[in-house]
């Protein structure tokens, strides 16, 4: 018997993000890969009871972060103490971890060319700087997809307006780290649709003309 295939499952969860003394309205996307015996949450927003219930009886191998945003990653520590799982950040992010969770550091470091493997599905780390220092993006080739957190959306780059973002960098990293992706592949992002890499690629120049 093949065992079942690894797959993506969404939520959509949602609470609020601030940075720089703002405080805004926002809904998250909340991504898991695994299959029926394992899973990884990918940005654990705002709602640990919602995301729990998704991994079921599962077991967690880890809570991913794509970055240190506190929308994206506010009920990291619940899940991760209800779950006994690991939670994962990209160092250069400890600064907006510490933001919100001060007492609570993360478990371990993510690192670029990290691969994390869940349900026999390679998660390949890609460190995409710009909309914060330790954004990252998790490439799974055989499920065709990128997650891509707060970097690349539909209709172009994540926010670079506030502090610790960087629109050079963010241009540069979705340059030479999404845009080199398979066309076909599926962009799961933070916030709001889906889109695809081929989609969004013939727009890079259009973004930098208008400058975010
Ligand atoms: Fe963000």
Known sequence: MTPPPVR????????TFSLD???WEVDNNVWLVG??????????AHDADAIADAVGDRRLLGIICTHGHDDHIDAAPALADRTGAPIL???????????RHPDRAPDKPLADGDVLTVAG?????????????????LHAPALTTVFSGD??????PGATGRSYSSFPTIVASIRERLLTLPPETVVRTGHGDSTTVGDE????????????
């Open 35 to 44: 299959d029926d015996h394992e899973v990884y949450v990918i940005d654990a």
């Open 8 to 15: 993506v499952d969404h939520l959509v969860t949602s609470g």
């Open 89 to 99: 950040l990209h160092p250069q992010d400890e600064v907006l971890w510490r933001m």
């Open 201 to 212: 690629a013939p727009h890079l120049e259009e973004w930098i003309a208008r400058g975010h």
């Open 21 to 23: 003394g703002g405080t």
């Open 151 to 156: 970097t690349l959306f539909q209709g172009g």
């Open 121 to 137: 599905a390679q998660l390949r780390v890609l460190h995409t700087p710009g909309h914060s220092p330790g954004a990252v993006c």
